[in-house]
């Protein structure tokens, strides 16, 4: 805890002074330019990731970076999707998984979360992606299989997001982007799915999207019922 004290102390002395102007800014309202959702992992700093200021990003993080489907029960996720896209207009969302990740281990190895009854509930959330992963990819060996595992999370996550009422009207509408990234742990590299190509690329190669065609116009007439 020593290291956290010392840190916030260095923060108020030295990092805050420099940001003054931009905390001012942001005292009373924030304009994030993507919701970015991933795993509870120590190890992956989405701020540090992307190179984003206060106010960029609106994070929410869980193990496995899960995008429990919408259902009428009230959970932390849905409420941060809801606000996020509904409220703060977000125009984008990125669905960040990662290498080593814990989380896919334990959907991998059920026997291991045996003994954790919430965690391995919330892994049913994957299961989706275990199934594709076994019935559908040859893997020579568990790390192949474990990244082939955390790639095909993030697309079941990004279809679990898309159940989402606030986010599939946004889409609709085309006002909302959607990316599903993998982070490589230890080399930095970071792909992006690309939706038409059915496979993650390295960011940098093009513009890439995990975004359906939106259906509606902005100039599309209402019709009343
Ligand atoms: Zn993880």
């Not at 849905?78 to 896919?104: F, Q, R, W």
């Not at 690309?194 to 999207?209: M, Y």
Request: charged share 20%; with cysteine; hydrophobic share 35%.
């Amino acid at each position: 805890m020593h290291k956290l004290l010392e840190g916030v102390q260095q923060f108020q002395r030295r990092v805050y002074p420099r940001y003054k102007g931009l905390f001012r800014e942001l005292a009373s309202v924030q304009n994030p330019q993507a919701l970015f959702i991933t795993c509870a992992d120590s190890r992956l700093m989405p701020e540090m990731l992307t190179q984003c200021n206060p106010g960029d990003l609106f994070i929410c993080r869980n193990a496995g970076n899960i995008v429990p489907p919408y259902d009428d029960r009230a959970g932390g996720v849905t409420a941060t999707i809801e606000y996020a896209v509904s409220v703060l207009k977000v125009p984008n969302i990125i669905i960040c998984g990662h290498s080593d990740c814990g989380a896919m281990k334990g959907v991998l190895h059920r026997e291991s979360v045996q003994g954790l009854p919430a965690v391995s509930r919330w892994l049913h959330h994957a299961e989706g992606a275990r199934l594709m992963v076994m019935e559908n990819h040859c893997c020579p060996d568990e790390k192949t299989v474990l990244q082939r595992l955390t790639e095909e999370n993030v697309i079941t996550q990004l279809e679990h997001l898309k159940t989402h009422p606030p986010v599939s009207v946004a889409l609709a509408r085309g006002d909302i982007q959607l990316y599903g990234w993998t982070y490589q742990i230890s080399t930095g590299e970071i792909s992006s799915y690309d939706a038409r190509l059915g496979r993650f690329v390295p960011i940098g190669s093009g513009h890439v999207s995990a975004t359906p065609e939106p259906r509606f116009r902005r100039s599309d007439p209402v019709v009343a019922a």
